[in-house]
């Protein structure tokens, strides 16, 4: 389970969010709503261990994140960034990527079970083949969404992961992330997008202080 009690932010001098607690219980999906500038991948960046809370903190499974943690922490964690920069030319390459870090390590992959999570978001199994330039924004956003459902980690923090999908395809990504909570993961998504918060089992506002 991860756990944020009391965590504040403040950045330049304004106030971000205070005061914010919640949990994400292993294999629930929370959505982190909240105006633009909010807050929300700067929280993100704070359950990653790369930025620190100003008060409050944050746990997993009832172990703290400090400094010193974090690097372990990374390890349970999968993080898709709402701007992918994705330094592979060729999917296939991008795809197997994650596999070669020595944070996933222990981790092998497969193409048989990458296009078994491809068919549950409507990948065409051709699209493996071609250049990541070749693909559409939707399509990468699912491509990156389904080596994370392979990784298996216990923590998705994944930002904005409906921004570029027509609403069939961000339904079809909402269940996708149901099936990787149903295996246990707890999943932290940021959106914008309405249905796609209904649809996520709790919804966490991150107030921006006014001036
Ligand atoms: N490293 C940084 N240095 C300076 N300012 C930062 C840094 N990171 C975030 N900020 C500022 O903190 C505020 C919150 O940014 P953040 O990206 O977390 O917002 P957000 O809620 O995710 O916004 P959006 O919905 O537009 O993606 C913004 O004003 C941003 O400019």
Redesign the pocket.
Known sequence: MLEIKNASIT??G?Q?FAGLSFTVPDGQTVC?T????????????AILGF?PLDEGHISIDGELLTPSSAEEFRKHISYIP?ELTLPSEWVSDMMRLPFTLKVNRGKAFSKDLLMAEWRKLELQPALYDKKVAELSGGERQRAVLSASGLLGKSILLV??PTSALDAHTSALVLDYLKTLAVRGCSIVA?S?DADFAQGCDKCIS?S?TLP
Do not use: M, N, Y
Request: proline letters at 0%.
């Open positions: 950045i330049g304004r971000l982190l909240g105006s633009s500038g909010s807050g929300k991948t700067t929280l993100l960046r930025h709402q930002d904005e940021v914008h991150v921006a």
